[in-house]
């Protein structure tokens, strides 16, 4: 019999993740929490969500007597990264019987898009696990922005009618207009600004599951492209095949299935040198040849 294990990706949330394992019908015997990695440009977020992540463990594991284990997600915007790394370490987990449960309520859309589309994925490719694969939201009771919102401007007009000593004017003023500044960010969203992410963008793709069906030549085409990054030609890829398979093959053969795969979306070809195309895998190849290696 295997085990019911709860896969929480962690972000600035705690009650909407731990009230379930206690409140609802869950019986789970493993709790995996994944935090972001702490860089300097998110220390003062990093440690917000340690903290969580630290006061989520403890109260798991005392009041609810459940093993916890704490992973570590390196780069929380690198879409096609976390959905390999949640689809071999679910797979990792069904092959040897359990039961596992993704609570997505809480961190960032990439990492909870990510562990959603890798399970989905899972479930399309082998429908027997469907009963032992679940993905699940927790709505919040009430957002806390309303009463942040309201205890400032109570705050800003209290200091405002307060008899004030000459000694503490200019402090309070300060203060007045800090909490002013953020009451008028606050009316934009509780949010500011789009984050410059490491490639220059603004944006993540959410790029569609690689559910497709490939035989063995195209499979091996897909993981030489994984491993190489890129190949220069045809002819190239080809060598290489004919290498790493030891089977006999030709260029015609390696291009027919090079145009198969371009037409489902796995691969790229640009322009090289001479006449020549380079080859390399389009980010849904990345996803595929990435989670079955």
């Known amino acids: 019999m295997g085990r019911e294990i709860h896969y929480i990706p962690v972000g600035f949330d705690l009650e909407r993740l731990v009230q379930p394992l206690s409140l609802d019908d869950f019986d789970a015997d493993k709790v995996i929490l994944f935090r972001s990695e702490k860089t300097p440009e998110t220390e003062s977020e990093a440690e917000l969500a340690e903290d969580i992540v630290q006061d989520l463990s403890g109260s798991i594991e005392s009041l609810l007597s459940i093993d916890v284990e704490v992973e570590e997600i390196s780069d929380i915007y690198d879409y096609v990264e976390i959905y390999e790394y949640a689809y071999q370490k679910m797979a990792d987990d069904l092959d040897k019987g359990n039961q596992i449960y993704v609570n997505i309520s809480s961190m960032p859309r990439t990492v909870a898009f990510a562990f959603a589309t890798a399970a989905d994925t899972l479930i399309l490719e082998n429908p027997n696990v469907r009963d032992d694969l679940y993905t699940y939201y927790v709505s919040p009771e009430k957002y806390l922005i309303t009463e942040v919102r309201q205890e400032l401007e109570d705050s800003v007009e209290f200091l405002r009618n307060l008899d004030i000593s000459k000694e503490h004017e200019d402090k309070v003023t300060e203060r007045i207009g800090s909490m002013a500044d953020t009451l008028q960010k606050l009316q934009k969203g509780t949010t500011a600004g789009a984050k410059e992410l490491k490639n220059g963008k603004h944006h993540v793709k959410f790029v569609a599951p690689p559910i497709v069906d490939l035989n063995e030549r195209e499979k091996d085409l897909l993981k030489i492209l994984y ?64 989670t079955r290696r």
């Open 227 to 290: 491993e190489q990054g890129k190949v220069e030609s045809i002819s190239e890829l080809d060598r290489q095949y004919a290498q790493s398979t030891d089977r006999d093959s030709s260029n015609s053969s390696t291009q027919y299935s090079v145009d198969q795969l371009e037409e489902k979306g796995l691969i790229n070809r640009s322009k090289g040198k001479g006449a020549s195309h380079e080859i390399s895998l389009s980010r849904i190849g990345i996803m595929w040849a990435g």
